[in-house]
């Protein structure tokens, strides 16, 4: 799928990841529908991807409403006439131990909240978007690309029981739907990064950031425009389907 002129729906496209992926398809020309539930991220972001002359949407929604996503979805169609491809991007981390003990006591456990908030959005939002984007596509009838984003923590990774459920789920939603959208055209595939360099990670201090990059063979973090790179490659191939891209640096947990 050439990527000018499309329309692509990017959840969580306020910052961060998301912002970073909008920001290199508007450089190619893309036309962009940022979903996010943060108005004034919304706000920033448009303002950048317009910069680079191309048309952008803010669309204030919280991914885990049915209803708020089917109306995102419908406004969305009519505001750019199509959809052309989604990236599920939006995601929440809220790790925790599974259980503590102090001297042969339970003293903690992973909360409902946690495990609630985190499959909430990181599982249920991806799949109310994929569903509505699917249905889109598919009336349309030539076709769409759709992409996951997982992560290295699908593998399983301690004290992330929830996140980890939901990037192995995810995971597997894109081998589901690629089988299953296939006949419409609609090709899906995933990436699972690992360590990338973000807001976030400005934010932590640097003995975390040193025992992170220990675990990685390249001893660096991984750049945003690398993640969209591989985004890039996914849309642009169309022959890619149903796989996951490890996007790791080699990192393995």
């Known amino acids: 799928m050439h990527i000018k002129d499309r329309v692509f729906v990017i959840t969580g496209g306020g910052r961060g990841l998301g912002l970073g ?4 398809l508007a450089a190619l020309g893309a036309r962009l529908a940022l979903v996010d539930i943060s108005a004034t991220d919304l706000d920033t972001a448009v ?5 680079h002359g191309v048309e952008a949407r803010a669309y204030v929604c919280d991914i885990t409403s049915e209803e708020q996503v089917e109306s995102a979805f419908a406004r969305i169609r ?5 959809v052309h491809g989604l990236v599920n991007n939006a995601g929440l981390m809220q790790d925790a131990m599974l ?5 042969g006591k339970l003293v903690d456990k992973m909360s409902m909240q946690q495990w609630n908030s985190v499959l909430n959005v990181n599982l249920t939002g991806t799949f109310l978007c994929g569903r509505e984007a699917a249905g889109i596509m598919a009336e ?3 076709g769409g690309v759709i992409v996951n984003i997982s992560s290295v923590s699908r593998a399983g990774n301690p004290g992330q029981t929830n996140y980890s459920a939901t990037k192995s789920a995810v995971a597997t939603l894109v ?7 296939a006949r419409f055209g609609i090709r899906v595939g995933g990436i699972a990064p690992g360590v990338i360099a973000t807001e976030m990670t400005a934010q932590m201090k640097p003995e975390a950031v040193e025992r992170m990059l220990a675990a990685v063979p390249l001893r660096r973090l991984g750049e945003i425009g690398e993640m969209a790179h591989t985004l890039q490659y996914i849309i642009e191939n169309d022959f890619f389907t149903g796989r996951v ?6 990192l393995r947990i």
Request: with cysteine; net charge negative; charged share 30%.
């Open 99 to 103: 259980i503590k003990i102090r001297d």
């Open 245 to 250: 891209v490890e996007m790791d640096g080699g």
């Open 78 to 82: 009519s505001d750019f006439g199509a």
């Open 47 to 51: 303002t950048s991807c317009s910069a």
């Open 21 to 24: 992926m909008a920001e290199h």
């Open 175 to 181: 081998v589901c739907w690629a089988r299953e959208l």
């Open 140 to 142: 349309q009838g030539d």
